[in-house]
């Protein structure tokens, strides 16, 4: 599209942000509460939360509060909650057992969420790292990530957490054939109707330092992780990755980190126009929030903005740490 511009002074283009009235009729996006996916870490025990120190506001709560924040949040107007576990250190194994027991803490959290509010729609995650001793998203072997291997395991866990009750299945672990694999394992099993947000374009980046904090995978793990995830230099492989997805059976695509790689958002939306979304990751969050609280900016105004850049390059919707708040200031 070319914009037609008459020559001044026909055109004046301030003269659509004269008011908030005129400048709300010509908004080109919109943000909503409904727009969010909101990330939680749970731990066990009861009735108790702890401070994640690198991500301020952060934290991780047992599956009881998780419950009582689902409330909170299906009141805000957030729909959808995305389940990430601290899984106890005795839990983490180099067979990652844990991943698919029907009881851990993940599945408990997804079966309690539904319990207490059946609208909120629960996202999981899929991949090794809570679970295994060396902190990677596959088993390792001879100091290789594996990969066939690591998708059989891989879909022992989506069918666990299908079999929990969650309604959106997020694996981010970039193992090839993932997405195929649990496909058709959920239409065997009788789940025909999970859906997959692929963590199709997930690159090896730097800003998921504080994550790592939050479940306890910072120590453990050995080496880094660009052996799977996507190298920052590229952009035409994130069309492919996200092209063999789709094909593979996945509903929904993610870019990931978030607002580093608008460009690759735009790009995905404009090639494929499926429903996409991007992660504002916990770096991006830590950034925005260390910078406020040393007041050299201000929170929710720089909240709101980063938030609305993810609808402004096209995507449907946002995974942010931001959720309740951003909901609280979009609902005044
Ligand atoms: C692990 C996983 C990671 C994140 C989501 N799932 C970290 C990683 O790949 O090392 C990062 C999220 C964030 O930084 O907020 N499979």
Known sequence: MTP????????????????????????????????????????AGSDDETAIPSMPGVTRKTVDRIAEAAREAADLGVQA?????????????????????????????????????PEMAVMTDIALDPYNINGHDGFVE????VNDRTVDA??????????????????????DGRIGAIRTALEENHNPDVAILSYSAKYASAFYGPFRDAVGASSALKGDKKTYQMQPANSDEAMRLIARDISEGADMVMVKPGMPYLDICRRA??????????????GEYAMLTAAAQNGWLDREKVMLESLLAFKRAGCDGILTYFAIDAAKALNG
């Open 4 to 43: 037609l511009v008459p020559s001044f002074p026909a055109a004046r283009l301030r003269r659509l942000r004269k008011s908030p009235a005129l400048r709300a009729m010509v908004s080109e996006n919109h943000l909503s509460p409904a727009d969010f996916i909101w990330p939680v870490f749970v731990m």
């Open 154 to 175: 891989l879909v022992k866990m989506a069918l666990a957490q299908a079999e929990a009750g969650a309604d959106i299945l997020g694996p981010s672990d970039m193992m």
């Open 142 to 145: 001879n100091g290789e990530i």
């Open 81 to 117: 909650m995305c389940i990430f576990p601290y899984t106890a250190m005795e839990h983490r194994t180099e067979d990652c057992a844990e991943a698919w027991n029907p009881d851990n803490l993940s599945n408990r959290a997804i079966r309690t969420i539904k319990d207490a509010v």
């Open 269 to 282: 939306k404009d090639t494929f126009g499926v429903p996409t979304f991007a992660y504002q990751v916990s």
